[in-house]
């Protein structure tokens, strides 16, 4: 059974960068797409972006100037990096597997909490 | 805003049967699959229905995806108390290449 696992500060000051990493188990990072999707307190689910193994991406063009996802293969884990947060940027952050054909997001992180204060 | 319109909250008594729409337009659901996802409270969101009306392995079928147009819904039958939840649903999006969400439909059990 595939898990996703996220991690990294809970707590990031304004104008910092956010960083967190993703580590899958029970299955190999390749041959899929992940994604990084988020939603703050009170609003819905919002896509951030996604990356395929080999390293392509596609970002959400409201935040694609400050946004950054990678992968490592040999550790099997993705990583998202947000720079210049705002308080706007506080929400729960999940990860997730985005399998093609036809499209969808299998399987999903427990989600972590960022919260964009001084 | 979001780009598909979900009513803010659902909700019924045990056993019976309630539905939640999500309408988008022709970029959108009109173009490509719907997707549902459940989120219970303080859980990961859930896949419950793909491809408009697949479900995933593990899925009861009460639950029940369908499309027409530039609408989708899903319908939940025999309702019990674990369905309370929020259902989002998800389509894929030409213009942005990725994902768009519904704002979330809140249903409430009785």
């Known amino acids: 059974q595939v898990q996703l696992q996220e991690s990294g500060p809970g707590l990031v000051k304004p104008s910092e960068t956010l960083s967190l990493t993703c580590t899958v188990s029970g299955g190999s990072i390749n041959s899929y797409s992940w994604s990084w999707i988020r939603q703050a307190p009170g609003k819905g689910l919002e896509w951030i972006g996604y990356i395929y193994y080999t390293g392509s991406t596609n970002y959400n063009p409201s935040l694609n100037s400050r946004v950054t996802i990678s992968v490592e293969t040999s550790k099997n884990q993705l990583s998202l990096n947000l720079n210049s947060v705002t308080a706007a940027d506080t929400a729960v952050y999940y990860c997730?597997?985005?399998?093609?054909?036809?499209?969808?997001?299998?399987?999903w992180g427990q989600g972590t909490l960022v919260t964009v204060s001084s | 805003q979001p780009v598909l319109t979900q009513p803010p909250s659902a909700s019924g008594t045990p056993g019976q049967r309630v539905s939640i729409s999500c309408s988008g337009s022709?970029?959108?659901?009109?173009?490509?699959?719907v997707n549902w996802y459940q989120r219970l409270p303080e859980t990961a969101p859930k896949l419950l229905v793909y491809?408009?009306?697949q479900r995933p392995s593990g899925v009861p079928d009460r639950f029940s995806g369908s499309k027409s147009g530039t609408s989708a819904s899903l319908a939940i039958s025999g309702l019990q108390s674990e369905d309370e939840a929020d259902y989002y649903c998800?389509?894929?999006?030409?213009?942005?290449?990725?994902?768009?969400f519904g704002g979330g439909t809140k249903l409430t059990v009785l």
């Open positions: 491809d408009d009306y």
């Open positions: 022709s970029s959108n659901i009109g173009s490509y699959t």
């Open positions: 998800a389509v894929w999006d030409d213009g942005l290449n990725g994902p768009v």
């Open positions: 997730a597997r985005l399998t093609r054909g036809p499209w969808r997001y299998d399987y």
